[in-house]
């Protein structure tokens, strides 16, 4: 597992205050927004500095960011008050079946290990509801080296307890898994 300092943190920081990444933080949300109604309880897992948790707020989502780098959730407090915590994905201090959803932005090639970050996701979930996961498509982008997956490896890393599908969306992959 990856986590980051604070110099990490102001470094993302800055790049989501450039609106660097807008794209993408626009592309996960109409996914959740698209497989949730509003007033549901979404769990975004690496929420890092808090953009895509505020868009979900915005959106009438009730959000939770959990995030293993205090210094990303410090600046993720500053977006969106009161709606972090730390934790990390393989295991969440959160209670068991409490979540219409959960995203995973970027953030899953940095998770280590993945079977019971997988199981944690599924178990926080209520059944029946979805895990979006969007990452670089390593295919199509190499250059980004470890920051990234294939379509193979989230399906594998899915596969387990989800019906999972995958889309390209470049330079982006989707994944779509339904809690079964």
């Not at 943190?9 to 800055?14: D, R, V």
């Not at 915005?58 to 008050?81: E, F, N, T």
């Not at 080296?145 to 989230?154: D, Q, R």
Request: hydrophobic share 45%; aromatic share 10%; net charge positive.
């Amino acid at each position: 597992m990856e986590t980051f300092g604070e110099g990490s943190a102001a470094f993302y920081n800055l790049l989501v205050k450039l609106k660097l990444f807008d794209w993408a933080y626009g592309l996960a949300y109409k996914y959740i927004a698209k497989l949730t109604s509003p007033g549901s309880y979404v769990l975004e897992i690496g929420p890092g500095v808090g953009e895509l948790l505020r868009r979900l707020e915005r959106g009438g989502c009730k959000a939770v960011g959990l995030d293993a780098s205090p210094p990303m959730l410090k600046y993720a407090q500053r977006r969106v008050p009161g709606v972090s915590a730390v934790g990390v994905s393989f295991k969440a201090p959160l209670r068991g079946g409490a979540f219409d959803a959960a995203v995973a932005l970027f953030t899953v090639h940095h998770w280590g290990d993945h079977e019971n970050s997988v199981e944690e996701v599924r178990r926080v979930l209520k059944p029946g509801s979805y895990f979006v996961v969007v990452e670089v498509d390593l295919r199509r982008m190499p250059l980004v080296g470890s920051h990234g997956c294939t379509e193979e490896c989230l399906k594998s890393v899915l596969g387990r307890g989800f019906d999972t599908v995958v889309e390209k969306r470049f330079p982006l992959l989707v994944a779509v898994a339904k809690k079964a």
